[in-house]
């Protein structure tokens, strides 16, 4: 038997005689898997991938569907707004005769606008530039510094809860009103899942890609063995593939090493499954491998290849946005942009802007910020004053008790009138018109959650994937 290059740069082929062959205990470990795998497929079993288990689909928002799939309760809808226009006429009329202005004491605009907007639009600016440093983790992953496995993840849950403290932290340090304060922590909540979104799926994603090019680099040395050419002791590969090849292999493929052939006795038998089961007890027990089987194990390994690239295609049909041509600064920033918290390698699109449904959008937005704040200002901020007076004065915790149904009473129809109006405003004015905008053409931002029935989506399914 020749005698073996000692190197770490390369799985090693060595030859007993010109017709046999002998795989190192690195392809052993690495075929084992992909033979299971082959096994399993035999089976009926479907290879699955992760983070493939929603499906984004040409749709619109609920209330957008209303007028065709529930056209009897279109009314109420309507109903509800020309209920919603009176209630503000009056409260106008009421703040006009009272104050001499339609916001009455204008208390909560004075708190929004007297401080610190510019800076409020910077931090926030500034928040949405800084997820770029995802993109660069992944390069850097891409390129091998390090895997995602390893220190990539653990980068990046540092970097996300940095990212959520400082944002915490400033809007104490700034001493902002409540309304600065929800805004930039909710905004930073969801740009926060959206990193989150984007690393953990390009980090699954690259280890595909690293063992892919692996699969590659041994499947060249097997054709070479076959067309009886020298291997080189160092091979040219992927700059996403670790110089120490054989380490890769044993940390991507870590595997519990009471893992044998007895695992598979439950699978249905046919020629090939006799063959692979064959092929595995071989690899076990050292045995050399003969022409046939080396051919078999090719296979086997283009057929693995071909798995993966698929893996990392995801769900893209229309376009070639596959990993890693997607770790770009045009792709993070069109996901950053769009109004999931889901990243996908391919969205459905619409074909075209339509301006005038973004207007409609646009002044609903203007129109009922402008009525959250006559309610707030007219049936809020009037009873939390009061509180507040309460307990200046001093009275006890026990007088504040007895006052504590009442106040309560005072804010129950106006904070259920806030929610429905954020809710809505959120979900269906400004998604909506930010979904037109960069022609994302899946609106199902909501279900029909009033109806007690289901979770809404975005807080359900989407973030549990």
């Known amino acids: 038997?020749?005698?073996?290059?000692?190197?770490?740069?390369?799985?090693?082929?060595?030859?007993?005689?010109?017709?046999?062959?002998?795989?190192?205990?690195?392809?052993?470990?690495?075929?084992r898997e992909i033979l299971n795998q082959n096994i399993s497929h035999q089976s009926g079993e479907k290879r699955k991938f992760r983070f493939q288990d929603l499906t984004f689909t040409q749709q619109l928002s609920t209330f957008q569907n209303l007028r065709t799939t529930a056209p009897q309760f279109h009314g109420f809808f309507v109903l509800f707004w020309i209920g919603v226009t009176l209630m503000l006429f009056r409260l106008a009329a009421n703040n006009w005769r009272t104050y001499g202005s339609i916001w009455g004491k204008n208390e909560i605009i004075r708190l929004m606008?007297?401080?610190?907007?510019?800076?409020?639009?910077?931090?926030?600016?500034?928040?949405?530039?800084?997820?770029?440093?995802?993109?660069?983790?992944?390069?850097?992953?891409?390129?091998?510094?390090?895997?995602?496995?390893?220190?990539?993840?653990?980068?990046?849950?540092?970097?996300?809860?940095?990212?959520?403290?400082?944002?915490?932290?400033?809007?104490?340090?700034?001493?902002?009103?409540?309304?600065?304060?929800?805004?930039?922590?909710?905004?930073?909540?969801?740009?926060?899942?959206?990193?989150?979104?984007?690393?953990?799926?390009?980090?699954?994603?690259?280890?595909?890609?690293?063992?892919?090019n692996m699969l590659k680099a041994s499947l060249d040395q097997i054709k070479a063995k076959e067309r009886g050419l020298a291997i080189p002791t160092q091979i040219g590969r992927s700059s996403a593939v670790d110089t120490k090849l054989n380490a890769e292999i044993t940390d991507l493929k870590r595997k519990d090493s009471t893992r044998r052939s007895s695992d598979l006795q439950n699978y249905s038998p046919s020629h090939e499954t006799d063959q692979l089961l064959s092929l595995i007890g071989i690899i076990e027990t050292g045995?050399?491998?003969?022409?046939?089987?080396?051919?078999?194990?090719?296979?086997?390994?283009?057929?693995?290849?071909?798995?993966?690239?698929?893996?990392?295609?995801?769900?893209?049909?229309?376009?070639?946005?596959?990993?890693p041509k997607n770790l770009s600064i045009r792709n993070i920033c069109d996901f950053m942009a769009l109004p999931t918290l889901v990243y996908e390698l391919e969205y459905p699109r619409t074909e075209k802007i339509d301006w005038l449904y973004v207007a409609e959008k646009t002044l609903a937005t203007l129109g009922i910020i402008v009525v959250m704040i006559a309610v707030s200002q007219s049936w809020i901020y009037p009873v939390v004053m009061e509180t507040v007076r309460m307990k200046k004065e001093g009275m006890t915790a026990q007088q504040r008790l007895r006052e504590f149904p009442w106040v309560l009473g005072d804010l129950l129809f106006p904070f259920m009138m806030e929610y429905l109006l954020a809710f809505y405003v959120i979900w269906e004015c400004v998604l909506n018109a930010l979904a037109e905008i960069t022609m994302f053409a899946d609106r199902g931002f909501y279900s029909d959650w009033w109806n007690s029935v289901s979770w809404d989506q975005c807080l359900n399914y989407r973030l549990l994937r």
Not at 5 to 27: F, H, I, M, N, R
């Open 1 to 31: 038997m020749d005698s073996k290059t000692e190197s770490t740069d390369c799985v090693k082929l060595d030859t007993e005689e010109a017709s046999q062959y002998l795989l190192t205990a690195e392809d052993v470990e690495l075929l």
């Open 113 to 212: 606008l007297d401080k610190d907007v510019m800076v409020l639009g910077l931090t926030d600016l500034l928040l949405c530039w800084s997820t770029g440093f995802c993109l660069l983790l992944q390069r850097v992953v891409l390129k091998g510094y390090i895997r995602w496995n390893g220190l990539g993840w653990i980068i990046q849950n540092i970097w996300q809860t940095t990212y959520l403290g400082v944002v915490i932290w400033w809007t104490y340090y700034r001493d902002w009103p409540w309304t600065h304060t929800v805004f930039i922590v909710l905004h930073c909540l969801a740009m926060l899942m959206k990193q989150h979104s984007y690393a953990a799926y390009n980090g699954y994603l690259s280890e595909i890609y690293r063992k892919r």
């Open 287 to 323: 045995v050399p491998l003969n022409p046939n089987q080396m051919k078999s194990i090719r296979e086997l390994l283009e057929q693995e290849i071909r798995v993966l690239s698929e893996g990392l295609k995801g769900r893209c049909s229309l376009t070639n946005n596959h990993y």
